[in-house]
């Protein structure tokens, strides 16, 4: 019923509608034609600020037309506005050319014209205003390619006056530039030209040089090219949206004002072109169209100076040339001590090095952060390595050649007081570049380009450093072995068959602790905790086993003999013992005490097996050194003076009783082989230098050959020995009984410790 009743009613409403549209559409028409026939008339006459709002209007116009394109009146009408726009490209295109003849001052008259005329060519494309602003640069640096490609000017030494061109090319024009809207930032794209144009004049310069240039001419120009790129950095700041300046951007914009607007617009555009595009972009589009600049976020740091880079070299080389001789210069001035009062206990030289180092690194890092400076840090390297060769060099050398052959002393390192001295400075200086050296890692690394940060790296560096550590530890340890060779010829020479009683502790035993208390007190003032207790782990770990070799080079040891160096070794490890109170360094006491107790008490036990009577000695031997072998147990009957006769039926017994064949027990007479650590977190030690096998005589050969390096094997052994209950042990026991009742007397120490 009702769609009956509306029938008509509608159709008179869908009249009504088209009727309207048709109106409507007409009248545009209407305005559209007259509109475009005024502009036609404004273009011919030049009337641009008219020209340029009827553009706004024909556009606007235009756009309620594009349903129609197929109409041919509307095909018309565009084709006509398509030509008009040509038209005025043209005649402001000719009028621009007249702007900049040559005349003193620009005629007034003209200046508001092509005023005008950039009004219209905002209205136009942008790829308009692009091609205008494109043609002026280029007629601008018309002179300035034509002044500086002559022979005359095209030298490096030049370069300066380069810059003094277009700076003043800025000032004199600033005037008449005021023409161009601020969104078009004329000066700063005519800039950007200028560097390119300069930057390909500079190569062609440096490409085609004969020879080397000269570091001066070539750094003075690299150094003016730099405050050049500065200043247009600084100048163009706000206006280019660049990455380096946006931090800064954020207080610009509390100015306020139209240039603001057009940073923020430059910005988002610049942005935009970078991040994906979404739908508030797409609706922006139109907006930003007009205020957008060609190479907006354009980074003028480095848009010159940087083809300077691949001909640094000759500055690389010349810094170098200048370490390496402040490095020999320091190095021929090193009087190899401290100053007096000094608390760092390092060698002068080598923050000498570093301070020479740092002001190269200041100099380079203000001319470039790139591959300049990445060269030049590998230079910093090679010098450090070198002044850790020259560390090493130091080091007291074994003596060499046929003279030190004849001797004896091949290989033997003689180290005196001030050697000692010497050593622990190059240990704290090498410690001392080993951190520093890091340290100028990490900082250039922070100034670097970040394209060459993860190649910072000073490992290399550090590892030769940790090698002179640990080798001038091992020179001290190696030094005072020498120190020993004396008293452990001494021990050899004792009549240990012949003692009639048991005294006080024997004279070479005194001679090493005088070598002791005369080089440790020094010592552990020098050297920090961690390097003294190394350096005693590997004294321990070589006097240790050197005595316990050097029981087998006496030839006879009776029983008095025995218990006489069984004194002689409870006062050895008494000495070792107190090394860090003498040093006056207790951390890590607990740990050597343990570690030379495990080495002394080889030592212990083996002349408990000599001490032991002929016919339990075979049973004392198993109990206390239960890996033992034929060859070892032989050697002891030897020491107890048993003739080869009586050795036999001993030997044949032994044998019976032997479990299966087992590997030779070899003694160790080196140190555990662990470098120093280095007091810097995360670095990479250099591998540790052992110290050399302890010299036997030929008849003691067989016998070395036969020792086996089982670290634990005397430790068990001197366990199971104190709790040995064999029928000769006993008797060895009851001859100690007399002497524990006793008040004094020297074998009383054996169980006062």
Not at 332 to 350: A, D, K, P
Not at 475 to 488: N, P, R, S, W
Not at 677 to 697: E, L
């Amino acid at each position: 019923m009702v769609q009956e009743i509306c029938r008509d009613i509608k159709k008179l409403d869908c009249a009504k509608r088209h009727i309207t549209t048709t109106i409507t559409a007409l009248h545009r028409l209407t305005m559209l034609v007259s509109a475009v026939e005024q502009l036609q008339v404004m273009a011919s006459k030049r009337q641009y600020k008219e020209a340029a709002a009827q553009l706004e209007a024909v556009n606007q116009l235009c756009s309620h037309f594009e349903a129609y394109r197929d109409v041919p009146k509307i095909t018309e009408l565009r084709e006509k506005f398509k030509n008009i726009k040509k038209i005025l490209k043209s005649h402001v295109f000719s009028d621009f050319s007249s702007l900049g003849t040559g005349k003193e001052t620009e005629d007034p008259m003209l200046l508001q014209q092509l005023s005008d005329a950039c009004l219209v060519v905002d209205a136009l494309e942008p790829s308009v205003r692009e091609e205008l602003v494109k043609n002026f640069c280029s007629k601008e640096l018309t002179s300035y390619r034509q002044i500086f490609e002559g022979a005359e000017l095209a030298k490096l030494d030049k370069t300066e006056r380069r810059y003094a061109w277009i700076k003043r090319r800025l000032r004199s024009n600033e005037d008449t530039w005021k023409i161009f809207p601020p969104s078009w930032h004329v000066d700063y794209l005519l800039c950007i030209q200028f560097c390119k144009i300069t930057r390909a004049q500079l190569v062609d310069i440096l490409n085609n040089l004969k020879e080397k240039p000269d570091v001066a001419t070539l750094l003075l120009a690299f150094q003016r090219t730099i405050e050049f790129e500065e200043e247009l950095a600084e100048k163009f700041s706000g206006g280019t949206g660049t990455a380096r300046n946006k931090e800064s951007a954020s207080d610009d914009e509390e100015e306020g004002g139209e240039h603001n607007k057009i940073v923020s617009d430059i910005r988002r555009k610049y942005e935009k072109k970078l991040a994906a595009p979404n739908h508030e972009a797409e609706q922006d589009k139109d907006k930003q169209k007009d205020l957008s600049v060609p190479g907006a976020g354009f980074n003028f740091h480095g848009i010159i100076s940087s083809c300077f880079e691949p001909y640094m070299t000759v500055y690389i080389e010349l810094e170098e040339k200048s370490l390496v001789d402040q490095l020999e210069k320091l190095v021929q001035e090193e009087r190899w001590e401290t100053e007096e009062g000094s608390q760092t206990n390092i060698l002068s030289s080598s923050m000498q090095v570093f301070l020479v180092i740092r002001k190269s690194l200041k100099r380079c890092s203000a001319l470039t952060k790139n591959q300049t400076l990445f060269n030049l840090f590998q230079v910093f390297q090679r010098i450090l390595k070198a002044y850790a060769a020259k560390l090493y060099a130091r080091l007291p050398k074994g003596g060499t050649g046929i003279v030190a052959a004849a001797t004896g002393t091949d290989g033997q390192i003689r180290t005196s007081d001030r050697d000692e001295r010497m050593i622990c400075y190059i240990v704290n200086t090498a410690e001392y570049c080993h951190q520093t050296s890091g340290e100028l890692a990490e900082n250039v690394a922070k100034m670097i380009n970040p394209h060459f940060a993860d190649k910072v790296d000073m490992s290399e560096v550090q590892d030769e450093f940790s090698a002179v550590i640990t080798r001038a530890l091992m020179t001290l340890v190696h030094g005072l072995e020498t120190k020993f060779d004396a008293e452990m010829v001494a021990m050899t020479r004792v009549p240990w068959a012949t003692l009639e009683s048991v005294g006080d502790q024997s004279e070479y035993v005194n001679g090493i602790s005088s070598i002791l208390s005369s080089s440790i007190p020094m010592l552990g003032s020098l050297l920090s905790p961690t390097y003294f207790q190394y350096f005693l782990d590997k004294l321990a770990a070589s006097l240790g086993p050197r005595f316990y070799l050097n029981i087998y080079k006496c030839k006879h040891i009776s029983e008095t003999g025995a218990q006489q160096m069984l004194l002689d070794t409870q006062a050895v490890k008494t000495i070792l013992l107190d090394i860090p109170a003498l040093g006056k360094q207790s951390s890590g006491a607990a740990s050597y005490s343990k570690f030379v107790s495990r080495e002394m008490s080889k030592a212990e036990a083996l002349l408990k097996v000599i001490l032991s009577p002929v016919d339990s000695v075979a049973n004392t031997y198993r109990a206390l050194l239960p890996e033992g072998t034929p060859l070892e147990f032989q050697r002891i009957l030897d020491l107890k003076g048993l003739k080869k006769a009586d050795q036999q039926a001993i030997l044949e017994d032994f044998n019976k009783h032997a479990p299966a064949p087992a590997p030779a027990i070899k003694h160790p007479a080196v140190a555990p082989t662990v470098a120093p650590p280095v007091a810097t977190a995360s670095v990479q030690m250099a591998p540790s230098v052992a110290s050399p096998a302890v010299s036997i005589t030929p008849s003691m050969a067989a016998l070395t050959g036969a020792l086996a390096n089982r670290e634990d094997v005397l430790a068990r052994a001197a366990a199971l020995g104190r709790g040995a209950a064999t029928t000769g042990f006993k008797r060895f026991l009851a001859l100690t009984e007399a002497a524990k009742d006793r008040k004094d007397g020297p074998f009383r120490k054996l169980f006062n410790a």
